[in-house]
């Protein structure tokens, strides 16, 4: 990574691999290489290059701070888990680059967005795990402060399934 911004950007991208980091910086979330492919596709944004000099051109794509859940709602609902960095300081306190740090992790099953979560049904985040024939099944809804566990034969995980219509669903491997 050759520039400063880059350098942390990796860093945090690092500890957050298998999500869509959207990365703070001034009015704009900004997204950089596969993270700004696959947002420039799913939420319609407009995908650029920036030479970041031996770093090459690297894929770009951003939007308005403002228009966060809106975007965080568009890409949990396409199944995507979305790691939101912030700006941890005023940038014009600043000594070099701006401190920055993941606030937030959201998942279709965690959101608390308003604009994502149905008033008529429950935002279930689920977990199963098989032991022989039957499986234990846990499930809630965090935004109603609702939890269940259970245990039950593993022919009637699939009716369950189907009846509860989780908004994730977590299989241990």
């Known amino acids: ?13 690092s500890q957050y691999p298998d999500v869509i980091l959207f990365y703070r910086m001034g009015d704009f979330y900004e997204l950089f290489y ?3 492919v696959t947002s420039s596709e799913v939420l319609g944004l407009t995908l650029t290059r920036r030479n970041h000099g031996k770093e090459g051109d690297v894929p770009l794509a951003g939007f308005p701070h403002h228009q966060l859940e809106n975007y965080l709602s568009k890409m949990t609902r396409a199944g995507y888990r979305v790691a939101v960095c912030d700006q941890l300081e005023d940038p ?4 070099g680059i701006v401190k920055r740090g993941v606030t937030e992790v959201v998942s279709a099953g965690t959101t608390f967005s308003g604009t994502q979560l149905d008033d008529q049904k429950n935002n279930y985040l689920a977990a199963v795990s098989w032991v022989e024939e039957s499986c234990g099944l846990a499930y809630a809804d965090i935004t109603a402060q609702e939890f269940f566990t259970g245990i039950l034969p593993a022919a009637e995980l699939l009716t369950r399934l189907v009846a509860l219509e989780p908004a994730e669903l977590i299989v241990a491997a």
Do not use: R
Request: no cysteine; charged share 35%; net charge positive.
């Open 1 to 13: 990574m050759s520039t400063p911004m880059l350098k942390q950007y990796a860093e945090i991208k």
């Open 34 to 36: 596969d993270d700004a």
């Open 92 to 95: 014009k306190q600043a000594k």
